[in-house]
């Protein structure tokens, strides 16, 4: 049974770009939240996806879109680069409609030039 | 708003001693709490939670956590720490609100390093 997967692994980009992350959640989950975590912080919340459709948002500009596919795979979407954007965005999915934990996968570790 | 703290950055100890990871919480209404752990450079692991009833609870590797309402505080604890057990350990607060009400984010600490000595 695989875990949540990601990709890329790494990534390195330019001010200004624009650049995709990529997530598979655990079999049998059907939410997808997004994080971000800057080096020596905690995770901090992007937004979550369920039903195809973004249900909450965290604190983040509009620069950072994302997208839940039908198969409840999801993107994440960063537009206009930033060198603050530098970070370990993370993917976490768990079974909607209940309290179970969130399950994360490995990270994309994004540097920004 | 809801928030977690982590007030030690730090923990170290002696392999075979306990230990102890601290973690304090504000929330609205009763909270569910969650402690996490991160190797380095990978995505973090699930330990425990705490959703409702016995105060103590049981996780994996070892690990448990009291849950204690009149100090808002969720310490995780271990009775004899191993040297790999060495890593970052998170506590999170999950959000009930939101327009899905089960729906909710977590609410992140710090985050505490803890150095397990051989």
């Known amino acids: 049974d695989a875990g949540v997967t990601q990709s890329p692994t790494h990534l390195i980009k330019t001010r200004g770009q624009q650049v995709t992350l990529r997530c598979s959640p655990k079999?049998?989950?059907?939410?997808v939240s997004w994080y971000q975590q800057a080096l020596g912080q905690g995770p901090q919340f992007i937004f979550q996806?369920?039903?195809?459709?973004?249900?909450q948002r965290g604190n983040f500009p509009d620069r950072f879109s994302g997208h839940q596919f039908p198969n409840y795979s999801s993107e994440l979407n960063v537009n206009a680069l930033l060198l603050g954007d530098s970070a370990l965005y993370l993917c976490?999915?768990?079974?909607?409609?209940?309290?179970?934990?969130?399950?994360f996968g490995p990270g994309t570790r994004l540097t920004v030039l | 708003a809801q928030s977690v703290a982590q007030p030690e950055d730090q923990v170290n100890v002696a392999e075979g001693n306990p230990l102890t990871v601290k973690c304090t919480y504000s929330?609205?209404?009763?909270?569910?709490l969650f402690w996490y752990v991160q190797y380095p450079n990978r995505g973090l692991q699930f330990l425990l939670k705490?959703?409702?009833?016995?105060?103590l609870v049981k996780g994996s590797y070892g690990f448990e956590a009291e849950f204690n309402k009149s100090q808002t505080s969720f310490h995780l604890k271990k009775p004899s720490a191993l040297v790999s057990d060495s890593a970052l350990y998170f506590c999170?607060?999950?959000?009930?609100?939101?327009?899905?009400?089960?729906?909710?984010?977590?609410?992140f600490g710090r985050g505490t390093q803890l150095t397990v000595w051989p």
């Open positions: 976490a999915s768990n079974r909607g409609g209940s309290v179970n934990e969130q399950f």
């Open positions: 079999s049998g989950h059907d939410t």
């Open positions: 996806y369920y039903e195809e459709e973004e249900r």
């Open positions: 929330v609205s209404g009763n909270p569910y």
């Open positions: 705490y959703i409702t009833g016995d105060n």
């Open positions: 999170a607060v999950r959000d009930r609100l939101g327009r899905g009400s089960t729906l909710g984010r977590l609410y």
